[in-house]
């Protein structure tokens, strides 16, 4: 069982960065690839973003590469995610996920737990 809890949102304007954080309990949050999904208000959960067991491999959606980074620190049950030139596109409530498959995956129902969400809203 593994305990996801995001932190970080906030109210940013047009241009600017956030980081959002995601702490995980449990003894195994090494064993998990770890992905980042937004839904923005009456729309479907988005993939916007996965990170390897080990760090090592990321993936972005198209929409948000280039301008965000994910980061995964085993050593403090971690997950990352860095926000840079923010748009009023990206304003969405944002999930950190952790999955126990052998393949990483953009695919929110192959992932195991979720946390309960942050709000980001920018504005122009």
């Known amino acids: 069982q593994v305990q996801l809890v995001e932190s970080g949102g906030g109210l940013v304007q047009a241009g600017g960065s956030l980081r959002l954080s995601c702490a995980a309990s449990?003894?195994?949050?090494?064993?998990?690839?770890m992905g980042w999904f937004r839904q923005a208000p009456g729309k479907e959960r988005r993939f916007v973003g996965s990170?390897?067991?080990?760090?090592?491999?990321?993936y972005y959606a198209d929409s948000v590469k280039g301008r965000f980074t994910i980061s995964k620190d085993n050593a403090k049950n971690t997950v990352y995610l860095q926000m840079n030139s923010l748009k009023p596109a990206d304003t969405a409530v944002y999930y950190c996920?952790?999955?126990?498959?052998?393949?990483?995956?953009?695919?929110?129902?192959?992932?195991?737990?979720w946390g309960q969400g942050t709000h980001v809203t920018v504005s122009s």
């Open positions: 449990g003894r195994t949050f090494s064993s998990y690839h």
């Open positions: 990170i390897s067991r080990n760090g090592g491999t990321t």
């Open positions: 996920a952790a999955d126990s498959g052998l393949i990483m995956t953009m695919t929110s129902g192959q992932y195991d737990y």
